[in-house]
Nanobody
Framework: QVQLVESGGGLVQAGGSLRLSCAAS????????VGWHRQAPGKQRELVAA???????TYADSVKGRFTITIDNAKNTVYLQMNSLKPEDTAVYYC???????????WGQGTQVTVSS
């Protein structure tokens, strides 16, 4: 069973930066779809950024130019660097992996990001 554990969330002022980490229990990222999603209170969960094995990295329009998703396969960890944070970025952020061999879908428990104005 794959486990994903997010960390790095917290409270930050608008304009600040945070780096989220998602550590996997095994080598699950390579060759699979890896992404960060977020869910704000009263809103649906939305895709923030994703890395696909055979397609360009995708970002939500609202975070383009501010957020960067990267993978360190040696550490089994995916990161989300978030710069120029805005109050509307406040949400619970979730790490997600879709294993393409069987489309198994794995989620972390989420980490809270709060951006104050």
């Amino acid at each position: 069973q794959v486990q994903l554990v997010e960390s790095g969330g917290g409270l930050v002022q608008a304009g600040g930066s945070l780096r989220l980490s998602c550590a996997a229990s095994g080598n699950i990222f390579s060759g699979n779809t890896v992404g960060w999603h977020r869910q704000a209170p009263g809103k649906q969960r939305e895709l923030v950024a994703a890395i696909f094995p055979d397609s360009p990295t995708t970002y939500a329009d609202s975070v383009k130019g501010r957020f960067t998703i990267t993978i360190d396969n040696a550490k089994n960890t995916v990161y989300l660097q978030m710069n120029s944070l805005k109050p509307e970025d406040t949400a619970v952020y979730y790490c997600n992996v879709v294993r393409l061999s069987d489309y198994a879908d794995y989620w972390g428990q989420g980490t809270q990001v709060t951006v104050s104005s």
